[in-house]
T-cell receptor, first 109, second 117 residues
């Protein structure tokens, strides 16, 4: 069974602070995705990382895929209240995506 | 372009009843997957269909079934509903499930909220 562990489970910070959330597994994935989900809505894709060691930037968000393709991190610079939400990572193999339980981020103004 | 569309968005059912949820994938996507998300957890894989054939099944009882139609839309059926089936049911589509790159990225619909009372 492929498991993804996300940490921390909950994170509450002030606007303007930086943060990093983590996604770890003992399994190797062909690709890994990060999603953001708001209450009552489906997850929205933020990024897909494929190559070990890959780093992708999306405005204030920086995503990194571990060299062994087992783990990933998401770093947010100067967090804003609009960043509040559930951040999910998902590892993909053979068409099946395995999700972690997410990090719930709250950014206070 | 339209994203993944699901219907209905919300529904309430009684224990023992059955439910059918519907999903239309992104145009050009041939793979559809179904996930169940209960409050406080990440989505759990139920089924994947590709080219109208079942490609994968998660750890769900036989009360759960699905199918994919020639136009690549899909239905998820749940029989003999239990209170524990209350959840957000998510449909996701992707280009090709076996590609080892971004092609297997799944894109979600808004989900169908099922409440069993």
């Amino acid at each position: 069974t492929q498991l993804l562990e996300q940490s921390p489970q909950f994170l509450s910070i002030q606007e303007g602070e930086n943060l990093t959330v983590y996604c770890n597994s003992s399994s190797v994935f062909s690709s890994l995705q990060w999603y953001r989900q708001e209450p009552g809505e489906g997850p929205v894709l933020l990024v897909t990382v494929v190559t070990g060691g890959e780093v992708k930037k999306l405005k204030r968000l920086t995503f990194q895929f571990g060299d062994a393709r087992k783990d990933s991190s998401l770093h947010i610079t100067a967090a804003q209240p609009g960043d509040t939400g559930l951040y999910l990572c998902a590892g993909s193999n053979a068409g099946k995506s395995t999700f972690g339980d997410g990090t719930t981020l709250t950014v206070k103004p | 372009d339209a994203g993944v569309t699901q219907s209905p968005t919300h529904l309430i059912k009684t224990r023992g009843q059955h439910v059918t949820l519907r999903c239309s994938p992104i145009s050009g996507h041939k793979s559809v997957s179904w996930y169940q998300q209960v409050l406080g957890q990440g989505p759990q894989f139920i089924f994947q269909y590709y080219e109208k054939e079942e490609r994968g099944r998660g750890n769900f009882p036989d009360r759960f079934s699905a199918r994919q139609f020639p136009n690549y839309s899909s239905e998820l059926n749940v029989n003999a509903l239990l209170l524990g089936d209350s959840a957000l049911y998510l449909c996701a589509s992707s280009l090709e499930p076996d590609r080892g790159d971004w092609g297997n990225t799944i894109y979600f619909g808004e989900g169908s909220w099922l409440t069993v009372v």
